[in-house]
């Protein structure tokens, strides 16, 4: 029998691997017929390793979400410890792992925040942000930008804007509008000032049009991820929280891919002074050791519900492998200078060499970001800006990976998102493998 899993026997390769994940496992976002998965077996830090004998710098982070890397020994110690104390609890009960790690995530929030609800991961982190702004206002609709990705359930599936949201549109009063973009504007801007105001005009009138009494909430990606790491210009955060307050609407970041040190500060909303209502995070809170999210809720929206039932749960909120990983990852985090390090890498290392990659090659059109957190757009020429074709970005994207590279590749881009632990030696290594793979 060829998918026979003979893993106890020694006879595992990455054939074997991929044989019987091909015969049982379904794929997040894919048509499954063509798939052929890579394989890993192991990690360490930045690198992993398949079971053929092969090594790759990741410099993916996974889903942009392995901030401290692969398997930190103190975070992978702490499951372990509490697994033997507690493997799992309800979450109507107390337990120490969870009020610990929701005391350590307020201390890192803007003043005035006050509890944490905990969830799965980041899309329901976003539902339940969406539930608590129309409970909390008794409004119906929620704006969020084309250029965005808040996850793959309900709303939040409903709340994002690219392609996949499409087949899913199944929650209701849901509003899009389009974010700023100056490489792309929407706006016919020439520079970032334009770009800015012309979004807050946009979105000052979508606000208008729809009827501001009848929107809960306005959820934006601090630094949309996905969409292409599109850093906001000077202002337009600021401008949005004003739009916010102005017509009473409840003001959420998705801080799930941005957050937890990936711009080089605990949470991207630091870079542009704007303090929301409620914060969504996930990935980088632990690193995905045990899946987690969350919203972090501020006082006034917590203490509505200190009289008012709310309506959403989970059986695994605040699970305590999870709440565990939590807390280790946060203090390895701040003990080993994390955030520090992602801020001078992308300062020292990535955007330099990344600017230097772009005066080499005239396929790149633009590159952007910051800490460890970057996005090379890859064009047809750069009087066109036309993206790059599929076929081109996928010859590209092997190239890489053949030199031993994990990239991290969407649509026409290669979003560059190392662990926030990355050397500078690795950080420039593997700018050269782009490098080469560009000049290939
Ligand atoms: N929000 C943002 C900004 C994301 O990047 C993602 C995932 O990539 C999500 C939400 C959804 O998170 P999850 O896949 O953990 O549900």
Redesign the pocket.
Known sequence: MTNRDTSRTGTVNNDHVRALDRAGVFHSWSAQGALQPMVFKGGEGCRLWDYDGRDYLDFSSQ?VNTNIGHQHPRVIEAIKAQADELATIAPAHANLARGRAARKILDLAPAGFSKVFFTN???DA?ENAIRMARAVTGREKILSAYRS????TGS?IAATGDFRRVPNEFSRGHVRFFNPFLYRSEFWAGNEEEECQRALHHLRRVIECEGPASIAGLLL?TIP??AGVLVPPRGYLKGVRALADEFGIVLIL?E??AGFGRTGKWLALEHFGVVPDLITF??GVNSGYVPA?GVIINERIASHFDEEMFYGGLTYSGHPLAMAAICATLEVMEQEDVVGNAASIGESVLTPGLERLRDKHDIIGEVRGLGVFHAIELVESRQSRAPLPAAEVARLKQAMIDRGLLPFVVANRIHVVPPCIISPSEARQGLEIIDEALAG
């Open positions: 889903l991961a980041g899309a976003n990705y808040h996850g793959g939040a990606e991820g996905t998705d799930v891919m996930a990935k999210g």
